[in-house]
């Protein structure tokens, strides 16, 4: 398992770098993966701590191994639930957290588990790998709420065209594989559409996004480690598509604003003082080498906040 779970870590040096790293501190890495940027957290600890969550159990099984002998405890969990599961361990603050969200480059590659329209396999798509599946969303879902899903979560202009042809395709049979969801998609957008790139990537990130409930779980989970955070501590985010960037851009609005008064008021009432700050104005976004090396690192974004004391 852990041979075949390749795992280029996006924006590592910068990551490294904006965590600020304390060798006795604690950290978290809450979306542990191939345990890239965990291993690099852990190497530089002495004395401290490094909690790697991750929902997958192909991802814990692999980390577990990654960071067997260093300062590291891999926990199987969401991280929206890390405030609870870390307090298992008698943590209730800690100095750094890691979020980097969407789906990993081993589930994507990992072709039988039904997140990619390249390879035929089950349409799954589940990260934690139990209950509600991409085939439950499809074959069931209404005609309305396929399309709000993809318009919503994957900005998809063909969103009603493609949800028609999908409720059309499963009077016939149930939709069970990826390349005959991708097959429909393709054959419910205009030809020039199909030329440019593949038609179902912003649909099959749609289901995704859907399935795992992952803007629910990333605005709980930066939440709940913005609330972990010492003083002093920082939250690093990677994104990978315009609607998480502008979901984490809007949180970390949320912890800079002060006062909340209206303005014809002349002194502030209300006595809200912001709760962090911004440590880099725009997001960090990857070097043209690393895109080289790494092109699924392209459309990357990382975004730093501090708490304030």
Not at 172 to 179: D, F, G, K, N, R
Not at 210 to 228: K, P, Q, S, W
């Amino acid at each position: 398992m852990a041979m075949e779970f390749v795992h280029k870590s996006v924006l590592l040096d910068e990551v490294i770098e904006n965590l600020n790293i304390k060798p006795n501190g604690v950290y978290v890495d809450g979306t542990a993966g191939g345990a890239g940027h965990s291993k690099e957290i852990a190497l530089r600890l002495n004395g401290g701590c490094l909690y790697a969550l991750d929902r997958d159990p192909d991802a814990v099984q692999v980390a577990t191994e990654r960071l067997n002998g260093l300062p590291a405890k891999v926990i199987h969990t969401n991280y929206s639930e890390m405030q609870s599961r870390l307090a298992e361990y008698g943590v209730d603050n800690v100095d750094g957290v890691l979020l980097d969200l969407g789906v990993s480059s081993w589930q994507l590659d990992n072709g039988e588990r039904g997140f990619s329209y390249h390879v035929d396999a089950p349409l799954d798509m589940r990260m934690s790998q139990t209950g509600f599946s991409a085939a439950d969303l499809v074959n069931t879902f209404s005609v309305q709420e396929i399309t709000d899903i993809l318009r919503n979560y994957g900005e998809e202009k063909f969103a009603y065209k493609i949800a028609c042809n999908i409720v059309k395709a499963r009077e016939v049979a149930p939709i069970s594989t990826t390349l005959e969801l991708a097959d429909i998609i393709a054959n419910s957008v205009p030809a020039a559409v199909r030329r440019d790139g593949h038609p179902a990537r912003k649909s099959f990130q749609a289901i995704r996004i859907a399935v795992n409930h992952e803007f629910e779980a990333e605005t709980e989970g930066i939440n709940a480690a913005f609330d972990l955070l010492k003083p002093g501590g920082r939250l690093c985010v990677i994104t990978f598509h315009s609607l998480e960037d502008r979901l984490v851009k809007n949180l970390f609005a949320e912890f800079t604003k002060g006062c909340t008064c209206p303005s014809d008021i002349p002194i502030c009432i209300c006595g809200k003082t912001p709760r962090g700050r911004l440590v880099v104005r725009k997001p960090i976004i990857p070097t043209e080498q690393e895109v080289k090396q790494n092109p699924r690192s392209r459309s990357a974004k990382l975004r730093v906040i501090e708490k304030l004391p």
